[in-house]
């Protein structure tokens, strides 16, 4: 049986969702936007599912929820916006452990619409740097863009105050709360933040379907233009199946938050004790006190990026990931571990209420182990390696120097 540990890469589909899902693929195939009773079915649907994700997130309003195609999408529509409405202003705060979604398109907008952009960065443990921010901060400023959560070492930035820093010059603020949602209580309504992201799949709804929140009076420019759905803030037909399964997530996220939150921290927290009792030299990464509660990132000194753990956990059926540039099969450690200045690639594990007492237990079983073998086979070239042993691991299958020197 696989152990998942890496759910702040995608989560699985709850069971009730798919269940709620499914009507929406099967009979009710209606359009919301028809003026019909079939089609005001699954317009009613729509309704609902915004209420739900209403509470979730506790907007004030459920005007203020755009349903989008996901994370990506709510980041890009969101600066973009910000960049359209505020036109004399051509400058973009956002921080260096940003999602791809966000720092992709600020790169972009560098290069194609000379925005300035001021990426902030983060001490060792993945803290914002506020005096920077602070500096940053000024009338040019169109749009701030700063994650509430970090998805690879789980740190948590204090979003509501550096919205209340960016409204002082006036800037739009938004935050990529991807991760956040679902794993932590929020309350909008008693926020000075703008925008926010978010995406279903990171709590357990469906793929391809997500949220973008837009405070009442905040003005907004739609970045995918045709028909009038979503109050004209996102046209196309609604995704319903996806919507309703966003929906039943949202509730179900905030019904089993309270328990789940204490219980997923402390699964988190004993892999990480006994990792670092039974691992000499590993390092816990990330904010000690401001962090997500089911995040766990691991550095192993003497073993270059996390790729060689990964593999090996993973032919033993665990599953998480690595904080490592993974397209290329480098050891280069990831965006967010340079900014935090950390030599050494790392595993994360990320849990999820799925999982137990059985996963901790097998991978305390077993990475030992392996991290012990991969540290004696980097310091005595492939010694007691079979060239099997190491096939497809980058950095280890071409011997110790690899094909990255
Ligand atoms: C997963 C993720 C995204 C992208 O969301 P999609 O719905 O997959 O497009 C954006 N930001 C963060 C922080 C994420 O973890």
Redesign the pocket.
């Known amino acids: 049986m696989t152990v998942y540990l890496d759910n702040?890469?995608t989560t699985r589909v709850d069971p009730a969702v798919v269940k709620a899902m499914l009507p929406f693929l099967t009979d009710q195939f209606g359009n919301p936007s028809s003026a019909h009773g079939f089609g005001a079915f699954a317009g009613a649907a729509l309704a609902k599912a915004r209420r739900q994700l209403q509470a979730l997130i506790g907007a004030e309003f459920d005007d203020e929820i755009t349903f989008t195609s996901?994370?990506?999408?709510s980041?890009n529509a969101a600066i973009l916006s910000a960049l359209e409405v505020m036109p004399c202003r051509t400058e973009i705060v956002t921080s260096a452990v940003e999602?791809p979604?966000v720092l992709t398109l600020c790169a972009h907008l560098e290069e194609t619409r000379r925005a300035k952009v001021h990426r902030i960065p983060v001490d060792r443990h993945g803290r914002l740097n506020v005096d920077a921010y602070r500096a940053a901060l000024t009338p040019n400023v169109a749009v701030v863009s700063i994650?509430w959560a970090?998805?690879e070492t789980g740190t948590i930035f204090p979003v509501a105050k550096l919205a209340e820093l960016a409204k002082e010059v006036g800037a739009i603020f938004h935050t990529?709360a991807?991760?956040a949602v679902g794993k932590l209580s929020i309350d909008l309504k008693s926020t000075a933040i703008d925008m926010l992201?978010l995406?279903s799949?990171?709590f357990h709804g469906p793929?391809g379907v997500?949220a973008l929140f837009v405070k009442r009076g905040v003005p907004f420019q739609p970045l995918i233009k045709g028909g009038h759905q979503e109050s004209d803030r996102r046209a196309g037909t609604e995704n319903t199946p996806g919507i309703v399964g966003l929906g039943v997530a949202a509730e179900l996220a905030l019904k089993s938050m309270d328990d789940e939150t204490a219980r997923i921290k402390w699964l988190r927290d004993t892999l990480e004790n006994g990792l670092v009792q039974r691992v000499p030299n590993s390092v816990v990464n990330g904010d000690p006190l401001e962090r997500l509660p089911n995040t766990a990132n691991i550095a192993f000194e003497d073993i270059e990026g996390g790729h060689g753990i990964l593999h090996l956990l993973d032919r033993e059926g665990v599953v998480c990931s690595s904080g490592s540039a993974c397209t290329s099969g480098s050891a280069e450690p990831s965006h967010v571990l340079r900014a935090m200045k950390m030599p050494h690639g790392a595993v994360r594990f990320s849990f999820a209420r799925d999982n137990g007492q059985g996963d901790v237990d097998r991978v305390l079983e077993v990475l030992p182990s392996i991290v012990e073998r991969l540290r004696h086979a980097h310091s005595s070239g492939s010694n007691g390696w079979s060239a099997e042993d190491l096939q497809g691991i980058p950095g280890l299958s071409g011997g110790r120097t690899g094909v990255h020197s």
């Open positions: 702040n890469a996901g994370g990506t999408e980041d999602h979604a994650m970090n998805n990529d991807v991760q992201s995406s799949h990171k793929k997500g």
